[in-house]
């Protein structure tokens, strides 16, 4: 086992047993307050950990880390140290605020200095993202999609179970939880009309999806295989792929999502680490038809995270729409990425690779309006007495998710973003 995720660990710094940050996550982000520029903090509890101070204190001085990687506004440098000195900060920090070490513990004056609430900080985009990918690999999601627009006894495509569906995406606009969007404006056809017209999405979605992060980079020409893929994912971040149901039906033949996708997508700060998500590791399902070759995988490459999407209209109270789990992926990450590089194209550190919408075999796990409401046929009911069918003005959608396990609890925080009318 690795040292820093040992179950037994407790921190000095006080942790809620309900908080998504003990000390066996330790995920990384960027941050920056009032008084202060960006730097790379990782998220203790309710409060955040500032490492360029923590290094400039000397705490951090075995790993001999230049302090320009620390006062960064991305962690792309931090990545590109390599996971065996990422995976050392990890446990140096472990080790720094483990109840039993009195470096830190004992240290009120340096205390002081390197940590600070998280609800006193902005916390910034965690990476500089140069090209964002987003795959098609729920099973069940594809199947919901396929058998409401297409052909519920043909509902996955020929090439569904043969290779992970993806296509590229749009990096620029990928924002930070926290960041409000207006309500994108497009070409539509509406059923009863033999022309598209023009003006604001009347089905506004949100698609539940978990993203990896990329850790090492290729050249071109070289290919990722499952066996290694772990060693080019730094870690996972919650996912909105937020999408325009009516621009998407009529834009998306034959070269698929274009601007139905590309006006926002948003990503939760803190990006929790392969090593912190180990321990929840567990099977995923038998891939048949058999896979071929540069496919296969051995062990349980699917993770235990439990995902919760909730909508909260304006100044009113949460409602719950769905509760998926990212154990219910069909193709592992390890097989997005071999499959990704298969062909020679090269990957950088800092792209985003999202799952693909995450729906789970139950109503109550569909990852999407979209399956959730049927197309609008079944509307939701909120607790403020009103309904959705798609999400509308003022609405903000939370996304949460966590990992738990004997009693240790490996959050992720939040992906949240607000609609505003149209401009
Ligand atoms: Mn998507």
């Not at 909105?240 to 149901?245: Q, T, V």
């Not at 990503?267 to 058999?290: D, H, N």
């Not at 235990?304 to 100044?315: R, S």
């Not at 990992?403 to 490996?410: C, P």
């Amino acid at each position: 086992m690795i040292k820093a995720n040992d179950p037994s660990l407790t921190s000095w710094v006080e942790v809620d047993p309900k908080s998504d940050f003990p000390i066996q996550n330790l995920p990384f982000g960027i941050f920056k307050t009032q008084s202060s520029s960006p730097r790379i903090g990782v998220a203790i509890g309710d409060q955040v950990l500032d490492l360029a101070i923590l290094n400039k204190l000397g705490f951090l001085d075995n790993l001999k880390i230049d302090n320009s990687v620390f006062t960064n506004q991305y962690l792309n440098d931090f990545i590109a140290l390599g996971k065996q000195t990422t995976m050392a900060v990890r446990e140096r920090i472990s080790n720094l605020l483990n109840a039993n070490n009195a470096e830190l513990r004992d240290n009120k004056e340096a205390q002081a200095k390197v940590l600070q609430y998280i609800s006193n900080v902005q916390m910034q985009m965690p990476v500089r993202i140069g090209d964002y990918t987003d795959f098609y690999s729920s099973i069940d999601h594809a199947t919901n999609v396929g058998t409401m627009f297409r052909d519920p006894t043909n509902a996955l495509l020929p090439n569904w179970k043969h290779l992970p569906v993806g296509y590229h995406g749009r990096a620029s606009s990928i924002v930070v939880s926290g960041t409000d969007f207006h309500r994108p404006k497009g070409q539509t056809k509406p059923a009863d009309s033999e022309l598209p017209v023009f003006g604001p999405t009347k089905l506004l979605d949100f698609e539940l999806e978990t993203a990896f992060i990329i850790g090492k980079s290729t050249n071109m020409g070289e290919s990722v295989t499952t066996a290694n893929a772990g060693d080019y994912i730094f870690g996972m971040t919650l996912f909105n792929d937020w999408s325009a149901r009516d621009v998407q039906t009529w834009e998306y033949v034959p070269l698929g999502p274009f601007l139905a996708k590309n006006f926002a997508s948003t990503i939760s700060p803190w990006i929790v680490t392969m090593e912190a998500l180990e321990p929840f590791r567990t099977a995923g399902y038998t891939q048949e038809p058999k896979v071929l070759p540069y496919l296969e995988y051995s062990g349980d490459k699917n993770i235990d995270i439990q995902l919760d999407v909730i909508i909260q209209p304006e100044n009113g109270e949460e409602t719950l729409v769905s509760h998926s789990n990212y154990k219910f992926m069909y193709w592992t990450m390890e097989q997005q990425l071999a499959h990704h590089t298969v062909n020679g194209c090269n990957i950088n550190i800092g792209d985003v690779m999202a799952s693909g919408t995450i729906s789970g075999p139950t109503p109550e796990s569909f990852g999407s309006m979209l399956e959730i409401t049927w197309r609008g046929t079944k509307p939701v009911k909120m607790k403020d007495g009103s309904e959705r069918k798609f999400i509308n003005d003022n609405d903000t959608v939370i996304m949460r998710g966590y990992a738990e396990k004997d009693g240790v609890r490996i959050g992720f925080g939040e992906a949240k973003g607000k609609v505003l009318p149209t401009l």
